[in-house]
């Protein structure tokens, strides 16, 4: 089965910076990926990784250790525009579906 | 790259009626494509699985006569929810993927079946 948790909610002031935690048990592993989702919107992909470390994308990055079953997804200079909910994924490597988190909602105050 | 259109974006339509949701990899060819509805204040619900010029692979619980999936080329799949009912008012998103790289998601449609 698949398991995959990630806090409900998180609040941060404008300018700051957040980190969103996911950790997961999955019967297979291949990526862990991020993407945002603005209410009534479709996903948009943010990061991804596949081998344990950093990936740096301008003000966001992503971490993956795959030992702990652990991610995080990392926001700095927090802007309004970045209140959303935030997705976690995992991949499975036979046939390529993503196994969803049920979401962080993310809400920047000024 | 990688943009995934979707259309229609919004339907509303007397319970009873088909609606049929196109989804189109716009600069890339996807090997798979991937439909997922998903309600109020909840996550994303994988429906079923498309590879083009073969069947659909359904997820558990999700009735393949009501969703009716073709995949007929590289960059083209449809849905079909047949003789929809105010239950099946949702928003409905596809995703494709090309390779190893990240499905990327359509903007979604939103139903309602009055």
């Known amino acids: 089965g698949q398991n995959i948790d990630q806090p409900t909610e998180m609040t941060a002031t404008e300018g700051a910076i957040v980190q969103i935690n996911c950790t997961y048990q999955?019967?297979?592993?291949?990526?862990l990926f991020w993407y945002q989702q603005h209410a009534g919107e479709a996903p948009t992909f943010l990061s991804y990784?596949?081998?344990?470390g950093l990936e740096e994308k301008g003000r966001f990055s992503s971490f993956l250790s795959r030992s702990k079953g652990y991610s995080y997804l990392l926001l700095k200079e927090l802007q309004m525009k970045d209140s959303a909910s935030y997705l976690c994924?995992?991949?499975?490597?036979?046939?390529?579906?993503?196994?969803f988190g049920a979401g962080t909602t993310v809400t920047v105050r000024a | 790259g990688a943009v995934v259109s979707q259309h229609p974006s919004r339907v509303i339509c007397k319970s009873g009626t088909s609606v049929k949701i196109e989804c189109r990899s716009l600069?890339?060819?996807?090997?798979?494509m991937f439909w997922y509805r998903q309600f109020p204040k909840q996550s994303l619900m994988l429906m079923a699985t498309?590879?083009?010029?073969?069947?659909?692979?359904?997820e558990q619980g999700v009735e393949k006569d009501k969703f009716l999936i073709n995949h007929a080329s590289l960059t083209l799949s449809t849905l079909t929810v047949t003789s929809a009912h105010p239950e099946d008012s949702s928003f409905y998103i596809c995703?494709?993927?090309?390779?190893?790289?990240?499905?990327?998601f359509g903007d979604g449609t939103r139903l309602s079946i009055l």
């Open positions: 995703s494709a993927r090309e390779g190893s790289e990240p499905q990327h």
């Open positions: 999955t019967s297979g592993f291949n990526g």
């Open positions: 990784n596949v081998l344990d």
């Open positions: 994924a995992v991949r499975d490597p036979y046939d390529y579906k993503l196994s």
């Open positions: 600069d890339f060819q996807a090997t798979t």
């Open positions: 498309s590879n083009e010029g073969s069947k659909a692979t359904y």
